[in-house]
């Protein structure tokens, strides 16, 4: 008997908790939820009217294909009825130009002076000295300068590159400095 007591004890408890959660959670009215209807933030959604595009549609429903003799699932032309009255003269025919191709791309050009090349370090690879301006560049073969302009090969008397935009080579011979003036 004290065991029914408890279960119904705890049976009372359980509906009494579920009564108060119901209240507190699904019995608040909506303007307690957050939402108020006197709030002045709301804004309406920007909804574009469809009636007129709805209309046009309907408008276009009505429309019946009326075929004018040619197959349109065909690539042939329409065949044409010969015509009875004697040929006039032929107009002069057109010429019409033909777009040119543009011009090829000029050769690359490097805008730093070659004016001399060594080893650094000594039996290593080749460097050039390219003067830009009056700074002195070291650069090394396959390296790219100018974000454009890749080193193929560095000579004796010549510099040899290719602009990795166009695919043109290029090369720049062997200057002098200038010399210091007196």
């Known amino acids: ?3 029914k007591k408890s279960q119904m004890y705890v ?12 209240y507190v959670e699904w019995g608040k009215s909506p303007a307690s939820s957050g ?3 006197v709030s002045g933030t709301y804004t309406p959604i920007n909804a574009q009217d469809f009636g007129s595009v709805f209309a046009k549609l309907k408008s276009t429903e009505g429309t019946e294909y009326k075929t004018s003799g040619r197959n349109i699932f065909t690539m042939t032309a329409v065949p044409v009825a010969a015509e009875e009255e004697p040929a006039k003269t032929a107009p ?9 191709p543009p011009p090829p ?3 690359a050009q490097l805008a730093w002076k070659f004016f001399g090349y060594g ?3 000594s039996g290593g690879p080749r460097q050039a000295f390219l003067l830009d301006g009056e700074e002195v560049r070291i650069v090394g073969e396959g390296e790219t300068v100018l974000n ?3 080193i193929t090969r560095i000579g004796n008397d010549k510099i040899e590159f290719e602009d990795t935009n166009t695919h043109q080579t290029g090369s720049n ?5 200038p010399g210091p003036t007196v």
Request: hydrophobic letters at 45%; proline letters at 17%; charged letters at 10%.
């Open 1 to 3: 008997m004290a065991e």
């Open 11 to 22: 049976l009372v408890g359980l509906v009494v908790v579920a009564a108060l959660v119901w």
């Open 35 to 37: 939402f108020s209807q």
């Open 92 to 100: 002069p025919k057109r010429v019409y130009n033909q777009p040119q």
């Open 105 to 107: 791309p000029p050769p």
């Open 119 to 121: 080893n650094l370090p």
């Open 148 to 150: 454009h302009i890749r």
């Open 173 to 177: 011979q062997l200057e002098a400095p």
